[in-house]
């Protein structure tokens, strides 16, 4: 039985598998660690994380590790997505290049949203172009039995990666992630990306039992895929529900929020916990009603706005990725309009309003990072 509260999750006390659970140690400070926070003594994405005033406004972009840099495509280069991903030395590799080359505050885990249902043994691959490929989508109460919960001895490279990061990492924090139900629920249900979502909407109102059993399901996976990456180090989770935007606030609270609140649960009072979505300014309060200390929020609802919705919410976000391609003098103002946006709200975590376009240029990124650090250093 595991207990209700989750403040036994902690680095130096795994759970037992049957092949033994990697002991992580716990990481000592180098010199590239971003500075400690002026009153809490803490790193500025954990400081901010928590609603405590950073010496500096913290910045991390999601996807930050990826096909925008040079040496990740080198690092990649023969072994595909999934295979990375259970690679911890590679995981290792990839999560600190951005780390290395931006000086960002926090890591962002190397891994995809589909590796737990990989590792339950869901027949299930990242097509380079287009994304997760499911090989039998799921569509029947028949299908509920293909989703067994997931084991930590499921996913011995996840503890392993994490354990290699924390040497690399100093006080650094990691983030881990998972997949928020609904996002994968689509990609299981409709076999691949869609851009309507159609079936997964008319299987919530068919049978809304087959749905619910499906997204319960999913819910108990991801939870148990953010308690590993928190026991095995991780200082924070995101819990992306990337495709959320898609439906109303009525179907997004009878069919999605419950099962994001569980999910989220998994990790109640152990690490801050961030909640996104794309396309979400319709769902910004309900999404914070799952639990979750900081709101993530794409780049089509301004933080000052979103700040006046949600008080006491930490806020992250929220600059326009497509923004990183435009000039350096356009580039920088908006970069200065997000920080003075953000003052608004109860914290702020610098980030994009979604992930790092591959087209991106690196030291346009660098650039951003420099200049949230210069304009807002206590
Ligand atoms: C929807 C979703 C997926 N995966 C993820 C989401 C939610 C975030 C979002 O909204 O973008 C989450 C994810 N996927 C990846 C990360 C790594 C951490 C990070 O840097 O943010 C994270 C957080 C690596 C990845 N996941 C993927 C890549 C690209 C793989 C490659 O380099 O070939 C990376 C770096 C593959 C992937 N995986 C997925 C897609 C749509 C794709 C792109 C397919 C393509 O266009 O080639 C599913």
Redesign the pocket.
Known sequence: MRATSHSHLRADRPRACKDGVVVNDVPSPTDSAPPASRLSGEPPFLAAARGEEPSRTPVW???????SLPE??EA?AGTS?LEACRTPELVCEI?MQ?VRRYGVDAA???????VPLAAIGVDID???????VVAEPFRTEADLKRLRNLDPCDVPYITEAIGLLGKELGTTPLIG?A?APF?LAS?LIEGG?SRDHAKTKALMHSAPDVWHGIASRLAAICGEFLRVQVEAGAKAV?L?D??AGALSEDDYRAFALPHSTAALAGVAQSVPRIH?G?GTGHLLEAMAETGAEISGVDFRVPLDQAAKRLPGKVLQGNLDPALILADEAPLLAATDRVVAAGRDAKGHIFNLG???L?ESDPGKLKLVVDRVHETTAR
């Open positions: 972009f999601m996807r930050q590790a990826g096909r990740y495509k990649r997505m999560t951005p962002v885990f190397f891994s995809d949203i589909v990242i097509v380079p172009g287009t994304g997760p992630f997949g996002t990609y990306p995101q992306f990337s495709w996104f794309v979604h992930g790092v591959p």
